[in-house]
């Protein structure tokens, strides 16, 4: 079977689980709005400051829901051995990795939609329309770029034991140049602190070479990874 | 069955596989041919499932030589996994999917039909009422007999199968031995490893004794003959 299909097959199945388990839309959403939440009370609740942090403080939090999806997601196939299952099956391992990339990142995608209009509601943050295509832009390459790195270091981690507080030591540092790049374009897309709709799109480039990267590295090493 | 001239499906010479440092397989010889059910008898922790982990691929083979189908065990075993199907301690299904998800995910794996999918779900008795329930809800025999009719829908050629019994009532015994047979007539060849003697005795055609990582005592066909 191809590449595309294998990984379409593994998708779905992957939002199959998590559309009959809800622990996504019961555990991993909530964790997030609460994380919201408690980064207002610790800025003292001053708009002025949460207006001006905002951006920052919904990257902080998609990139700790992050931590928890991806664990979730290699958690049904470790729990069984199906990933196990999966190798012995012959199933291609970069299809297996698309597919589960493809599968965190729809996820991602509806949270950090969620986590914007949360921003929007909690800490008064505005969408202008001159930049909804660099945010939508931004969203976009920032989740391909997270959910690249989340399912390479999560099929990584799989294999080792207390994989629980390995993953995040591996995925945080590398995810930070998404976080400071998507951190600047929604700036930019929102307008936080004068910045300029144009000042966006270099931060996009540089997150689009990111998940490009990651993409590309991570479906040819994740086979290997696995296999050891 | 089986023919010292032909291609043998599985061909050992003092193969050696390490788990850490520990040799699990301390140079085993082994040879089955087309047709046979193999019985790999032994105390816990001789190596029996060390030896079908290598059969399928899964781990390295640290010295000696093995071939799978004619396929090096050392060079090619991305090539030996599509054509083997290993049934473990554990099932390799996704708890919170019904019986007939997974089963048309295996099977999909290979791009198998729908009836053929019904067909496998209905040799292994999970066709009917149990299609539709979520495989956490099944006790651990109708689990099994769910793998198993993954396996069923994969298509496997060879069938390496680790206490394929555990935790199958009789009737659930009788329908594997029924199967196994079926599979073999078919052109399948299956390596069975199992403490309950009785059973799997009767069903194989040939016995091997694994024991501190090697096989000894009964006689292996064309060992040192024919070649691959």
Known sequence: ?228 | MSSGDETPVICLRDAVAVLGSFPALAGATLRADTGEIVLLRGPNGAGKTTLLRLCAGLLPIARGSGKVFGLDLATDRESIRPLVGLLGHQNGLYADLTVSDNVRFWGATIGATDSEVESAMACMGVGGRLRNVAVRQLSAGQKRRTALAGLLARRARLWLLDEPHAGLDAAGRDELDDTLRAAVQAGATVLVASHELERAGQLATRIVDVDAGQVRGAPQPGAGGGEA
């Not at chain 1, 388990?21 to 909530?30: A, D, E, F, H």
């Not at chain 1, 897309?189 to 300029?196: C, S, V």
């Not at chain 1, 689009?208 to 696995?226: C, D, K, M």
């Open chain 1, 1 to 228: 079977m191809s590449i595309w299909r294998i990984a379409r097959l593994v998708a779905v199945k992957d939002l199959q689980i998590e559309r009959r388990s809800r622990v996504i839309t019961n555990q991993v959403l909530p964790f997030a709005g609460v994380t919201m939440v408690i980064f207002a009370f610790a800025l003292d609740a001053n708009t002025q400051i949460l207006e001006r942090v905002a951006p920052g403080l919904v990257w902080l939090a998609t990139m700790f829901s992050l931590l928890l999806i991806v664990q979730r997601s290699f958690a049904v196939e470790a729990a069984d051995g199906a990933l196990d299952a999966m190798r012995v099956a012959g199933v291609d391992s970069r299809g297996i990795y698309v597919g589960k990339l493809l599968g965190i990142g729809v996820q991602l995608l509806v949270l950090e939609v969620l986590l914007l209009f949360a921003a929007v509601v909690l800490y008064g943050e505005t969408v202008r329309v001159e930049g909804v295509v660099l945010l939508v832009t931004t969203l976009l390459s920032a989740t391909c770029g997270l959910a690249a790195v989340g399912t390479l270091y999560g099929g990584l981690a799989a294999g080792f034991k207390g994989r629980e507080t390995l993953l995040p030591l591996l995925t945080l540092p590398a995810v930070a140049p998404v976080m400071i790049g998507a951190t600047r374009a929604v700036e930019a897309a929102l307008g936080t602190a004068d910045a300029a709709v144009a000042d966006g799109w270099r931060w996009v480039s540089v997150l689009a070479v990111f998940a490009v990267a990651f993409g590309v590295g991570g479906a040819l090493a994740f086979g290997p990874l696995i296999d050891e």
